[in-house]
């Protein structure tokens, strides 16, 4: 075991520490809207433009090529310097270009790869549907093939973003016949095709707010040179990504996680003082918290240690639970440390809505009843 | 000694349920097509009182019905269920300081021609003999002529413009209007400390009663969601992840409502242990329903984030009456220090 | 609702409370042993002379006849008055004695009861089995009906002090054939009988105690007139048992533990201070016990008055699961209170023991899980 | 950056994990049919000195091996597992601090030949330069030749005989040895203050590491069990209400592991952070521990509450390693009080 870093390495963080200081947006991430899209894929321009924007991808789909190492010191720099959380580039960034990189055609490469890079488009999932929010493998929306096309009729739902979204990574029955887990491939389908229709879903962080929405698609027809990987073989091409999702994606908003703790602290030292904080109830909690968010760092690390041997597997979603549980005690103490403003959700508010998103952070890929079921099941080994 | 519902109680019980039914179900929370959310309930109070709610427990020489607090905490409890303004209170317990110093005004509140809404402090409150300076939010204050301030230490009435420097803000719960505002040696229409009466006894009371109804319908929507949704091909309230979880709803709501029972009947017989009891209800009664709107909303999976299902709405209120006169740590910081009731 | 004592009542009450003052036994019990059984049947045979042994009882069986009002007095003087907690009686008062009064023949009335209720003998359980615990249904031990007796062979589990107990409750199954809840059989054993042979269960409270046992039993004879009920109605006369469990028998037992909570108090305010304890971690994690533990008594009221109209049902089971984790985390907090000392187990000593006893707590008369399967399925409808 | 043992760091778990197979299985921890329990461990100090263990990451100049931080953490995990006695704490500090003014101590120990028992304070400690006063709790003393005191501002090293008015007391963990005893105005044969060196942040982390042996082990012990235990015709590991419970003791141990082995990697550096993770390393295994050691215990049903089978053995060393040098509540208050490590 060992914390080393080379000389290079070293430049490396003093590099991304010297650009961040000077490139990371200082206004307001507006909460909704166009102007979020703008916000989110000018910063996504920014960085690509600094050669910042895929430190770890390979160098022939425009990225730096580095380790899995740089990658977290970058993170661990861009949460120092307060980043953004720029949350419309995840599925892109994160999700599909992944997936592309591992198992799409050359010609899917070559699109795709530099333009979610640079911040041309935004990516939205078209994974869950109306009734089986959980269990991927009963999905429904259907895709017949017509000549070199897909015929495309069903809904998808909880569909982050897809009303901001250019590209959709979709995953639909190409054969109502074969086993629950055969006959759905995995398809690369614009947004701006004829017969999709959204109906946005208002969300609880704040009247208007919708961020999700369900997609409606009717006779949509899409080339079957969009389907990534083979026709019928999605599921395992949508494995792919999910693993990815539990294993290494995370890794920004765990180490982002530590500043957040650091920023409750002052604020209860200030509020409470520094010496009546230490047995006080907030205190004592507050260092539990803290003890946690800085073993969820250790924890950032022991997956990049192992992600450097074997791509994620089970493991991992042992942080993904602890995090999104103490994410909620994390945004939930806030409250307590504000006192009475809590009732107020300002425009520019940092702990509320934050507060009130961890409500589908227990829920957003995967429940944390079905992350229990996978680490007692395929961690522990228990039966089904 | 009965702690169930006396027939008269339970017919109580039913109309008010009745009324709520009719007049506020849950769905007139959702946001429009646009996601503005609007303000219903202003209507409710002249028709409630019609139906002499808003004066229920005020004595018959004050102008009200003369009943119990026994009566006003079982129908707080359906104020809850059906989330209704929690301007409510302000109606309640002004009405009850006000039919003893200035009957006119108690009149005019119970009648429901004239609202009443809340204050809360954000900070420290100076207080004197009936003289009140400090910052504080407004609730349900916009049309209101009175507003009835609830501190730790005291409960009072005020005119709604003796409160200046306005603001207004969002609320977290966005159906409640909020404001900002000051007092400045504001001198109360009636008011009174936390050791003399059961006034401010009977404010916590109703808080408890209220959050126990929002604790019992967080509860019902996640059992009514368990047993239809299906995931797997079978009804997710069939999953002990999922029914040990409607299992906890249901012991948090339980253990409120006995503990909001028991404090009414206390607080009904004028006794000296109402103050324990009834902060004793409110601690666990919102913690009730912080617990079962969190859960409610975990119960009902993606779903459950959305504006689409009311499940949200709990716990956001629950956040709301938890500050109103000081959150559960100030509460329990109270109760500690109280003595002990055996 | 009412909380009115008539003036019957208050005298009642008066007199209980001298009674106890002048009557109730300042030694420590014993933990274990012949000692202990020499001070729970002591303390009977004291309440019993004085009248105060059977208080609900009817007086047909040598009880007072009142109502369950002036038990519930009787149980708040007897927690006022620190009045010890007897559990060898446990069996035989709140299991053995209400199933004979309700199933039992006359005569088996007119020879246990009065003993019961004196303090000559002592029972214990023989439900459990050792491969199911929480399966009633599924019990094992055989009865084989041999002319006017029963040959019993098999083996019971979990019998608290059965190496102290005169008399046994035994389940056995008399009818093989018959379906999984069908076919047992409610037996008065007495445990003299030739083939009862006793393993002793050491458990964690302290080295050497064992308070439970494993119970073997090689062609035990009983005599088919210690059947209580049918032969093959055993499942329904135990059902009444355990529903009168899941009852009003805890009533005291929860009303205790709010005089618990108050010595805890106490205890935190000498050592941090009053006022220093407002905002503690402690002063607040207790604030909130004092809280549940003062609705804990109402909930008792409550179920007394449900009682009074009809027999307990699952609607119990929401107060027991309740009280079971609340007295864990009660028993836990003294250890905070308590501080360093916290790791001794002085002979005397009054909360370390009952904190580790708590672990039995959540386990006995049904696990949580289970209790948690029971307000799911039977109190909200929830499916199976 | 690596957090993954090295293969020579990984042969020494081995070895580790080995020798307490052979030497120190859970079952030399049952009561005898007397319900009798020994403390079996003494005869482990020359074997475990016979491999180096004693002296793992005492520099070689001083007589050790030269190993770091690192390696002594993940034998501690191992000793946690195995329940070894918390004595082999006092031996391995106690060497560390006598290696630097008092190498003579530092071999004897270090050779198995001389144990050393642990001190922690039972109140308030009066301490200037080396020299400290105060009622404290011996553990594992009865045949050491020295004593290792640790309080939440010091960790020192003493000769037995220093301590007066000894009373021998039952332990709450009945396998140690435990008794009451003073020091007035004791001179320390060697000590360091929180604020100076890692000797202090050393004793939280091996603490950290053996309490997250015991977390590993209750987990391993319930999920054992949960496989082959059956209720209701299935193993009790299919249910979720039990799926569940061992996911949380997974997700606890998982924590507890990831952050020990990030602060040893500190601690070898000889980092200014190293009191900042020690800490949070101590803080979130401890936690674990008593967590694990808890649900154990409710995992295995009524045979958990018996001494038939360790599970409650687990939780009852997490309360004694909790109180030594400050339970939890103490090291909160200081955690929250340190400056922040980024």
């Known amino acids: ?384 | 000694m009965n702690l169930l519902p006396t027939e008269e109680q339970q017919q109580i019980v039913d109309m008010v349920r009745g009324f709520l039914a009719g007049n506020a179900p849950l769905e007139r929370l959702r946001p429009d097509k646009f996601g503005q959310i609007g303000n219903p309930d202003a209507a409710l109070w002249p028709k409630m009182a019609e139906l002499g709610i808003l004066g229920l427990g005020v004595p018959e020489d004050g102008g009200g019905l003369g009943l119990s607090a026994v009566e006003e905490t079982l129908t707080y409890i359906e104020f809850g269920r059906a989330l209704v303004s929690i301007g409510v209170l302000g109606a309640t317990l002004g009405a009850h300081l006000a039919a003893r110093d200035a009957p006119d005004v108690a009149a005019a509140i119970m009648g429901g021609s004239t609202a009443v809404g809340l204050a809360t402090p954000r900070g420290a409150v100076e207080h004197s003999d009936g003289r009140f300076s400090g910052e504080f939010h407004l609730i349900e204050a916009d049309e209101a002529e009175f507003v009835l301030l609830l501190t730790s230490e005291a409960i009072a009435l005020f005119r709604n413009e003796d409160f200046t420097d306005r603001s207004a803000r969002l609320s977290m719960d966005s159906h409640m209007r909020l404001m900002r505002a000051r007092l400045d040696d504001g001198k109360a229409l009636g008011w009174s400390s936390v050791t003399e009466g059961v006034d401010h006894a009977r404010a916590n009371l109703l808080i408890a009663a209220y959050a126990t109804g929002l604790a019992e319908a967080a509860l019902a929507g996640a059992v009514d969601y368990a047993k239809v949704r299906e995931q797997f091909g079978k009804p997710i309230g069939s999953f002990q992840a999922i029914k040990h979880k409607c299992a906890d709803m249901a012991i948090a709501a339980e253990v409120a409502s006995c503990q909001v029972s028991f404090a009414s009947v206390i607080l009904a017989k004028d006794s000296e242990e109402s103050r324990f009891h009834a902060l004793a209800a409110r601690i666990v009664a919102v913690d009730a329903a912080l617990k079962n709107g969190a859960t409610g909303i975990q119960v009902h999976g993606a779903i459950g984030f959305t504006a689409e299902v009311e499940a949200h709405l709990f716990v956001k209120r629950a956040h709301l009456i938890d500050f109103i006169g000081g959150d559960q740590r100030v509460q329990k910081a109270q109760f500690i220090g109280a003595d002990a009731v055996m």
């Open chain 1, 1 to 384: 075991m060992n914390l080393d870093y080379t000389a290079e390495d070293e430049l490396f963080r003093a590099e991304a520490r010297e650009w961040l200081d000077a490139n990371v947006p200082r206004e307001v991430r507006p909460p909704d809207g166009p102007g979020m899209r703008d916000f989110d894929l000018g910063w996504q321009r920014k960085q690509f433009e600094g050669g910042w924007a895929g430190v770890s991808w390979p160098v022939e789909y425009g990225g730096r090529g580095l380790s899995l190492t740089h990658q977290l010191i970058w993170y661990e720099e861009y949460a120092k310097a307060g980043g953004p959380n720029a949350e419309l580039l995840f599925v892109g960034c994160n999700h599909a270009a992944p997936t592309i990189m591992a198992r799409g055609s050359d010609e899917q490469k070559s699109y795709h790869l530099p333009r979610i890079l640079s911040g041309e488009v935004a990516w939205c999932q078209g994974f869950s549907e109306p009734n089986n929010g959980s269990d991927l493998g009963g999905l429904k929306c259907r895709a017949e093939i017509v000549g070199d096309e897909l015929v495309v009729n069903g809904s998808k739902i909880w569909t982050s973003s897809a009303h901001l979204a250019d590209w959709q990574e979709l995953l639909v029955r190409t054969d109502p016949a074969a086993p629950k887990h055969k006959g759905i491939s995995w398809v690369i389908c614009d947004m701006q095709t004829p017969g999709i229709e959204l109906r946005p879903i208002l969300i609880m962080t704040a009247p208007g707010h919708h961020h999700f929405n369900q997609v409606f698609y009717t006779d949509v027809r899409i080339s079957l040179s969009n389907v990534v990987g083979e026709v019928n073989d999605g599921w395992k091409v949508a494995m792919s990504t999910l693993g990815f999702e539990r294993g290494t994606a995370g890794m920004l908003e765990n180490i982002r996680y530590g500043a957040v703790v650091e920023r409750l602290v002052d604020m209860a030292r200030q509020r409470l003082g520094t010496s009546a904080l230490e047995n006080d109830d907030i205190g004592q909690r507050l260092a539990q918290l803290r003890a946690e968010v800085t073993a969820v760092r250790a924890m950032t690390y022991r997956i990049a240690s192992r992600a450097a041997i074997a791509p994620p597997g089970s493991e991992a979603s042992l942080a993904r639970a602890f995090f999104s549980q103490l994410q909620q005690r994390i945004r939930r103490i806030a409250l307590d440390i504000i006192g009475p403003d809590s009732i107020e959700l300002p425009d520019d508010d940092p702990w509320i809505r934050p507060y009130l998103r961890t409500y589908s952070n227990t829920i957003a890929a995967g429940t944390s009843e079905i992350q229990r079921n996978i680490i007692g099941e395929r961690v522990l080994g228990l039966p089904r």
